[in-house]
Every structure is written in C-alpha cells, then in structure tokens.
C-alpha cells in the first residue's frame, strides 16, 4: 500500500478517505444512464451510436444531454457495428453494363475476326504478377502480351500495342474480353476506338464467354514470365 501510495504521490489517508467517501451524484447517475445505453446498445443489434441511443432515451422520457450520452459511451467502449458493410455507388452499374457481348453464338470463320483478351496472374520469386494477354481467336496465335505488378489499363494498353506490331488488321475487327475494369476503363476503350476495334465483353455471370482466352492461359502451365520471352 505504501509504494502504491508513493507511486500516485499520496498519503494513505488520502487513499482511504477517497476509498471510503460516498459516489458523487453525477458518479451514480452515469452509472445509472449506462445501464440504459448499454440495453438500449443491445436491444438494437450494437448498431446505433450516441446520436440515436440519445434519440432512444429522450423518447423513453429520459432527460440527458447529447454530449453526456456520448461521453459515458467513449468512457465505456461503447461502439456501433456496422450492420452491413456496402455503400451505394452510383453509376457502377451503368459502367459495367456500357458494353455488350457481341461475340456469342457467331462463326468464327477467319483471322482478324475476333481478337480475345484476358488477364491472369503468376507466382515470380513468391509474389503475384499480373500477365495481359491478346490472341487471335481464330488461329489461337498470341499477339501480344504484357506484365506487371498491378492489373490496371496501362497493362492491357501495353499487351494491346505489342499486339498492333505484330499484326495490323485492315477490318473491323471484334475485341472480347470479360468485364473487368481494366478493360472498361475508358482510355483502353479510347486506344480501341482508335485503333478501329468493335469491343464486346462477356455476358454477366457468363466466365465461358472467353473460355478461349482462359484456356491458353491454362494450358501454357506459365511458371515464369521468361517462357514467353
């Protein structure tokens, strides 16, 4: 007791006489307004913060502040959970929905007709890389092709321009890809409209539309980028 004592830089009698003095008012009614938040906390999933547990104890008649509701909340730990983690984001829908399948259920009879797109990931030195691949649907023969660390539209624009070096097509030739965003972005839509392709992405909750594409990923086993060098 007397190192403790020492420690806080009080005497002992300070230390009972604080020990044995009766609560404060204000100290008995916090305690009494917890047990309220915390069953009004419970009572509505651990879902509601101070503002509205403050709504819930006014409604039920009782007389308490805004602050001190949320004080007696922060002293005690008291924290909403989100009931459900998702924001609206205005737009996304439209954004995927900007470009149809034009691809399905058509005969391919020739090169230059349908090009497809996709992208995978490799294990290099146990990290993940990013492969963009382009090939021609018909011949099944790789244009071109792009790596990096991040799957974004600067990677399928590169795999794009390597495959424009090795073949220019004189036609409007149909690009087919699935709906990620690296190829909705709209500077990969921009270098397509400029290079003359009709772009054409999978139908939703349809993978098999680019079964092509996927399976030449799979089938070339990639373990190292240096397979395609």
């Excluded at 005690?76 to 470009?99: D, M, Q, T, W």
Aim: aromatic share 8%; glycine share 6%; with cysteine.
């Amino acid at each position: 007791m007397s190192q403790m004592c020492k420690l806080y830089g009080v005497t002992r009698g300070g230390y009972y006489a604080w020990r044995d003095r009766a609560p404060s008012l204000r100290s008995t009614v916090d305690r009494e307004l917890l047990k309220k938040i915390e069953a009004a906390f419970n009572a509505n999933h651990q879902t509601y913060g101070s503002p509205r547990i403050h709504e819930v104890l006014v409604a039920s008649g009782e007389c308490v502040g805004k602050r001190r509701v949320e004080r007696i909340m922060r002293e005690n730990g008291i924290k909403a959970c989100s009931s459900e983690l998702y924001r609206r984001r205005p737009g996304i829908h439209r954004f995927f929905s900007s470009v149809e399948n034009k691809v399905h259920e058509m005969d391919i009879v020739e090169q230059d007709q349908v090009w497809v797109a996709d992208v995978t990931y490799l294990k290099v030195a146990n990290e993940r890389r990013y492969l963009a691949t382009v090939m021609d649907r018909y011949s099944r023969r790789l244009l071109g092709w792009s790596y990096g660390a991040d799957r974004t539209s600067a990677l399928t624009r590169r795999a794009l321009q390597q495959a424009l070096k090795v073949r220019r097509p004189q036609r409007e030739t149909l690009f087919h890809s699935d709906r990620g965003v690296e190829y909705l972005a709209s500077d990969f839509k921009g270098d397509l409209l400029k290079h003359g392709f009709i772009q054409s992405v999978n139908r939703p909750r349809r993978m098999t539309d680019n079964a092509h594409m996927e399976s030449w990923n799979k089938e070339s086993s990639l373990g190292s980028i240096d397979t395609l060098a």
